[in-house]
């Protein structure tokens, strides 16, 4: 199977939940952070994440883009593309 590089996510800064859908987040966020592999912590990454977004809708090349953020956020450029994968994930709750 081929994998999808030029496909841009669109995300909107509003997001509708039930309540009901809330708290069975907050009950299995353990559970959820496991299967997406990422921790509380990748919060500090979210303006990093938004100026990706902002980028991959201009167009830029990837690669230009992690070297980029990599030098703006003080990352390795390796630890960019694994961050921007990860808030990227997909997973069945």
Same mark, same amino acid.
């Given at each position: 199977m081929a994998q999808k590089y030029n496909k841009i996510p669109k995300f909107s800064k509003n997001f509708e939940i039930s309540g009901y859908?809330? !708290?069975f987040f907050v009950?299995?966020?353990k559970e959820i952070c496991?299967? !997406?592999g990422i921790t509380m912590a990748y919060i500090k990454h979210l303006p990093m994440f938004n100026e990706y977004l902002d980028l991959q809708s201009h167009n830029e090349k990837k690669t230009y883009v992690y070297e980029y953020l990599g030098g703006k956020y003080g990352m390795h450029t390796s630890s960019v593309r694994r961050v921007i994968?990860?808030?990227l994930r997909v997973v069945s709750v």
């Open positions: 859908h809330w !708290l009950l299995n966020q496991a299967k !997406l994968s990860r808030l």
